[in-house]
């Protein structure tokens, strides 16, 4: 299979092409060749899954780990060294597929949404950087190839952010998400090296002496590198910088903010899955508390926000909490023994990055057509965009778990792990899950059924949108009504072992009403141009409403830690210290050099007499020294 | 003595390189001397290309009783200074194809390849005698080099100076040879250790060893023929003596220092280390004062073949591939540096002051960025190749406990850093005396093209291809030192 390193190279020559040539080609080819370079990484991708899962099983009833391309770039010793390569097991495999598949989508529907804009040709240089990035952050070899290709992707998604560099909140934006996440990769750093001296090795199996040694530093080192996978994933609290991020243009927040870089850190825990079950337990459920308070927090502030960017940036949040909390509830790695959790993760990870990129571009139909990203200026929308109403009402019920759409099987498997690992657990997400309906069905209401804003609507009609933006659309959808009946774990799980999904009564029930009720709930308050019950309970609670506005003020919170705390007592005297003693010393170092220079150029007088004197003291000074030193 | 045909085939390098010589040398016969003689310079080209392809087989072999030594180590060294020397040969087709230096260009070709096979002869040599033959023939021929614009005041000037100190530098190396020869009974490096004692005769005859190849590393105080020479010569001459010259110095050097004065190393390593730090140093200090670009880079090289002698001080196999693979990539940035000023000089009417290069960002883009990258790479910033030599050049003199030379020398890289951007402020930011760049713009020729694009590829890759430098400290293991001193 050693044409999978096609799938890494392909978008980084575009990638090159594009930033070096771009400018000289018509917008129409230089997205073109993105479309068609990536459209054939797709088909690699595929070729490469279906070549992948049709090997036999190994005799221990496993997928065989392959590395079909390996460079080693910077040995140290004989076991610590950095390579480059191309590592192909069930999850990389899997996200090969869906990377390509949404970034392919994505690159279609740019050609709608993004035509006509300065700098065309700079956008699609840059997905394809993304993707090159990503794919070479999913098929790493070792830790520390994932951790260049994670700060690429860091890379890419900061210059997609403030695609728009004109507009100083897409600056601020970029910016934030750079900062939030490189310091959160502080972590990770620290955690690789500290893996990397103690086990040994930056290779993802390490030798069973390595292990031995480094036992004892593990849930450290694993925990750090959660950090850093907290951080690229927006967990509570380093989520501020995802709904800054939606300042880019909507395609990029489908393709990067909703469906693939985001879950980076699901996709590095499941990585590191075999070493956290072993030697580090307790640091995979702190993974599952911090992701449980991740998806409630960000449900509960998504109730209210008004921009339908930011509702999908939250709710992004939640889902990608729940993968979190699947993994952490983990206790073992069969999938009948407590390992459903991993199976339901990769699976909600999967399905999840079709319906929320359908979602994001959805809203990216809805915003090319009205202009705005305040739902104050939708409602109605049915009867304007037909194609982007049934698409979108297909995602919001796959995201609320309705059957048979696809996230209702990943998301049914995520509870029963839940309610396995225990009851309360399972009560708290399953809660969670009624409160995506809710959210989902107030936005679904609010754009498209709800209060019409007839003036805006007359002034300017909205359209459907062209068929090369709901093209995607349809194709999303589709597979967000067929995904949840591919057999998923027989592909992807804890052990590697075959696992057939069958649904737990109890739990399928339990989440389908909660499901119904809420969305019952949102319609009842939200489907009426008049909404009596909502905007009377938002007089009630003003407070509450309020501050699940302003996201629970953990902007504010953030601010005042850099601001007030970080800024003044750190970065102040370091300032201080910079400016005046390093900055010192380097000025003296320059005023002694030109003074000294003054001082020694008469020795070149150009007379080669005195050269041939000094060349003589030269020597006599050192036999000098020679013989007075021994 | 073995005279099969094997043995013969261990001299291959020299070999091809004589018969690239004498190709152009019967070529030269038959050239029309008015003619602008561009196939000449093609052909020029391709057979030191051919040469390069020729060489690259790394085998261990000992010729006529030891005198000559081959060690895969000094393959690749030559295969550096021969691929050094072609990119040279290319900078230099818009000089040679000048109406007043075209009927020189044979003469330029056949002394710089006996200078380079002289070198060939040195970084090998297996005996004093063999050794001393090799830095002549590297030497006299360099003089002519330097005078080949013989009508120009400068040229001549300089031309007199380097060949009278370069005639004082040998005496006293060979001095020192026989002082060794004195004391020892012999000359081959193999037999030299074991009756070195270490008295007071010897540290001497060390001295003057080490200063005559310091006067060709131009190490302080043995460099002061640099600034003058460099000056003087055609630019492609600095060049070639900057890079090549000093490179095939710096590593004869570091070989026989460990091949044959083993057990004085207590006293070569102070001598330089000493010279080391006053090299970088007082060479820093004067570059900071030059104007004229050549002469600045005199400096630079001065300073830069101090950093070069830590890799020599520190003495371990990681310490002489650090060497080799600093000598690489400094070939490749300086080459650059000359190669631009060289253009520069052709095209402006011979402008190499830093003031002539005022806004030179405006006229000529991407020259600019060629010679930013090459200074960037010379002051060692990464990501660019010259901050992995450094590294790996101090963190072999670190290893070995020359804490306080690296840092003196660590120190003296923020000055180095100071003139090489201040080179860089006047290309992009300073305004232009007369409103317009005195440089106005022109097309490189071809070849100039060529030697820049590999110059770039260089400086962006070397550093990042980790395979050269494990390579390198693979061969340097294979030095045939530690076999020497298992035998005592």
């Known amino acids: ?630 | 003595m073995n005279s099969n045909l094997s043995a013969i085939w261990s001299l291959h390098a020299e070999l091809s390189l004589v018969a690239v010589l004498l190709v152009l040398f019967l070529a030269d016969l038959f050239r029309r001397p008015e003619g602008n003689g561009r196939w000449f310079r093609v052909l020029a080209c391709v057979l030191m290309a051919v040469q390069i392809g020729l060489d690259l087989t790394p085998d261990t072999r000992e010729l006529f009783g030891g005198m000559y030594v081959n060690t895969p180590f000094t393959s690749v060294v030559k295969s550096i200074l021969s691929a050094g020397t072609l990119l040279v040969f290319l900078q230099c087709g818009e000089w040679l194809g000048r109406k007043d230096t075209r009927h020189r260009q044979g003469e330029f070709y056949v002394l710089t390849l006996s200078t380079l096979l002289g070198m060939f002869f040195m970084v090998s040599s297996g005996h004093f005698l063999m050794f001393y033959i090799g830095l002549e023939t590297a030497s006299i021929p360099a003089a002519c080099l330097v005078a080949l614009d013989k009508y120009r005041h400068k040229g001549y000037e300089a031309g007199a100076k380097f060949i009278l100190s370069s005639m004082f530098s040998s005496a006293l190396l060979l001095y020192g040879l026989s002082l060794i020869y004195g004391t020892c009974g012999t000359l081959y490096f193999a037999d030299v250790p074991s009756l070195l004692e270490g008295n007071a005769l010897q540290a001497f005859a060390l001295v003057l060893f080490i200063a005559g190849m310091g006067f060709k590393m131009s190490l302080v105080p043995f460099h002061l023929w640099t600034a003058d020479v460099y000056q003087g010569a055609p630019t492609g001459v600095a060049a070639y003596l900057s890079v090549i010259s000093k490179g095939a110095a710096a590593v004869a050097l570091a070989i026989v220092l460990r091949f044959v004065f083993p057990f004085m190393e207590g006293q070569w390593t102070l001598v330089l280390a000493v010279l080391s730090v006053l090299s970088i140093t007082v060479a820093n200090l004067m570059a900071i004062l030059q104007s004229d670009l050549k002469r600045f880079m005199a400096f630079s090289s001065v300073s830069q073949a101090g950093y070069i002698v830590l890799g020599a001080l520190a003495g371990t196999a990681q310490g002489m591939a650090s060497l080799a693979y600093y000598i690489a990539i400094y070939v490749v940035a300086n080459v650059a540096v000359f190669a631009v000023i060289s253009t520069v000089e052709q095209h402006s009417g011979g402008l190499t002051g830093r003031d002539a290069y005022r806004g030179l960002y405006r006229t000529n883009p991407r020259l600019t960025l060629v010679m930013t990258l090459a200074l960037f790479s010379l002051g060692g910033i990464p990501p660019f190749a010259g901050f992995f030599s450094k590294f790996f050049i101090f963190a072999a003199a670190f290893e070995e406990g020359w804490w306080l030379v690296v840092f003196l020398a660590l120190l003296n890289t923020i000055v180095s850093l100071y003139y090489y951007l201040l080179v860089v402020k006047a290309m992009y930011i300073s305004a232009p005396e007369e409103g317009e760049c005195a440089v106005g713009a022109f097309r490189c020729s071809p070849g100039v093209r060529v030697c820049l694009l590999a110059c770039v590829a260089g400086i962006c890759l070397l550093g990042l291809w980790s395979g050269l430098y494990d390579g390198l400290t693979r061969w340097a293991e294979l030095l045939p030192f530690d076999k020497v001193l298992a035998g005592f």
């Open chain 1, 1 to 630: 299979m050693e044409y999978t390193i096609w799938i890494l190279l392909l978008p980084v020559l575009s990638f090159l092409l594009l930033a070096l040539a771009g400018m000289k080609m018509s917008h129409r080819v230089s997205g073109l060749i993105g479309t068609v370079v990536l459209g054939a990484v797709a088909v690699l991708s595929y070729m490469a899954a279906f070549d992948y899962f049709s090997l036999p099983r190994q005799a221990d009833g496993t997928y065989a780990t392959l590395i079909p391309w390996n460079a080693e770039w910077l040995p140290f010793t004989g076991s610590l060294h950095i390579d480059m390569g191309v590592l192909l097991d069930p999850i990389s495999v899997m996200m090969l597929v869906v990377i390509t598949t949404v970034s392919f989508m994505v690159h279609i529907y740019s050609f709608g949404y993004m035509k006509g804009e300065r700098g065309f040709q700079r956008y699609y240089a840059f997905l394809s950087l993304f993707t090159f990035s990503m794919l070479g952050l999913v098929v790493a070899t070792n830790i520390f190839q994932m951790y260049v290709f994670w700060e690429l992707v860091g890379v890419s998604s900061y210059l997609l952010i403030g695609f728009y560099y004109t507009k100083p909140e897409a600056i601020a934006a970029s910016k934030k998400a750079f900062i939030v996440t490189r310091f959160a990769d502080l972590g990770f750093l620290i955690g690789i090296l500290i893996y990397g001296f103690y086990v040994g090795t930056f290779s993802f199996t390490p030798t069973e002496t390595g292990l031995m040694q480094g036992a004892m530093m593990l849930p450290l080192a694993l925990g750090l590198m959660f950090v850093g996978g907290a951080g690229k994933s927006a967990m509570f609290p380093l989520h501020i910088w995802l709904p800054d991020a939606m300042e880019g243009p909507t395609p990029v927040s489908a393709l990067i903010h909703a469906a693939t870089m985001v879950v980076a850190g699901v996709y590095q825990v499941a990585r590191m899955f075999p070493l956290y079950i072993a030697y580090a337990p307790d640091t995979l459920h702190i993974v599952a508390y911090v992701g449980a308070f991740t998806a409630f927090y960000a449900a509960s502030v998504a109730c209210v926000q008004s921009d339908i960017k930011r509702v999908l940036a939250f709710s992004t949040i939640s889902q990608i909490g729940f993968m979190m909390v699947a993994l952490g509830v983990c206790t073992g790695a069969p999938s009948h023994e407590g390992g459903l959790g991993y199976m339901a993760s990769m699976f909600h990870l999967f399905t999840h990055a079709m319906f929320k990129a359908l979602l994001f571009l959805g809203a990216g139909c809805i915003i090319h057509a009205v202009h705005s990203n305040e739902m104050s200026t939708m409602g109605g929308l049915r009867k304007y965009m037909p194609v982007t109403h049934i698409t979108f009402l297909i995602a919001c019920l796959a995201i609320s778990g309705i059957p048979p759409f696809s996230g209702f099987f990943s998301k049914d498997e995520i509870l029963t792990a839940c309610f396995a690992f225990s009851p309360v657990m399972g009560w708290i997400m399953t809660l969670i899950a009624g409160m995506t309906a809710f959210y989902m069905f107030r936005l679904y209401y609010g754009i498209f059924w709800g209060r019409e804003n007839k003036e805006l609507h007359a002034a300017h009609v909205p359209h459907e949108s062209p068929l090369s933006m709901t093209f995607p659309l349809m194709v999303l959808a589709a597979i967000t009504c067929v995904a949840g009946f591919i057999p998923f774990g027989h592909f992807v799980t804890g052990d590697g072992l075959s696992y057939d999904i069958h649904l737990d009564a109890g739990v399928a029930t339990t989440s389908c009403v909660v499901a119904v009720v809420a969305i019952a709930l949102a319609t009842f308050m939200y489907a009426r141009s008049e909404q009596p019950v909502a905007d009377a309970l938002a007089r009630r609670f003003p407070k509450l409403h309020r501050a699940a506005y302003r996201r629970f003020y953990m902007d504010e919170a953030w601010l005042f830690v850099t601001k007030r705390i970080i800024f003044r007592c750190v970065s102040r005297p370091l300032a201080w210290f910079d400016r005046h003693v390093v900055d010192g010393f380097m000025n003296f170092l320059a005023w002694g050099a030109n003074a000294t220079g003054e001082e020694v150029q008469p020795m070149q007088s150009g007379r080669i007499q005195s050269y041939v004197m000094w060349f003589m003291a030269g020597i006599i000074v050192l036999t000098l020294m020679l013989l007075l030193c021994m």
